[in-house]
């Protein structure tokens, strides 16, 4: 996919706030530093995209941005983040049940995993919420170039076993060497 414009359209916590549902939506979610931030900006090529989300005020809401005026990519904020007060913790569930379960234009959620660490407790709920809800979703592992090759495959397998994930919806992916993402737009493109 060729990107030409990739733009923050609004950051929002409430239903009221989501931009109008005319255009197909792909969301990221995953823990806390796992990259996707890195992963969103490499798809698009921009350095500071999903950086935005970053910005105070905008790190625990839904971010939405416009790519090429066609689509909208939405950033959940991270999950399983230790120093997050229990307040916060409290309201990332039902701001993203909310969205999950409303959202029409939805057409995949792409759970990113850090290659090197075994999938988590929130990895397994979010994947079970959206089997649960039918929403299509791609799991990446990111920061592939930190493993040798042949570590790959185990990895692939523990995902499968622990996620249920089958192996024509998992990546693999690099926002150091950009690998992963042209598999990455396809997955997306099939689902528009
Ligand atoms: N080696 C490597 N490092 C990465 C990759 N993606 C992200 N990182 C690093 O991991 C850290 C967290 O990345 P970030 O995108 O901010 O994670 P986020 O919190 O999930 O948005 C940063 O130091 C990144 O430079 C990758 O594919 N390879
Ligand atoms: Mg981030």
Known sequence: M??????????AFKQAGYPPDTLPEVAFAGK???GKSSLMNTLVNRKNLARTSS??????SLNFFSINQKLYFV????????????EIRKQWKPMVETYLTSRKNLKLVVVILDCRREPSRDDGDLLEWL???????VVVLTKIDKIPFGRRNQQKLLVKKMLK???DHIVFFSAVTGEGKED???????KL
């Open 2 to 11: 060729k990107v030409v414009s990739a733009d923050f359209v609004t950051s």
């Open 32 to 34: 806390s530093n796992v």
């Open 55 to 60: 910005t105070p005020g905008r790190t625990q």
């Open 75 to 86: 950033d959940f904020p991270g999950y399983g983040f230790a120093k997050v007060p229990g």
């Open 131 to 137: 089997r649960f809800y039918k929403i299509p979703a």
């Open 165 to 167: 994930v089958e192996d």
């Open 184 to 190: 990455l737009w396809k997955k997306i493109r099939s």
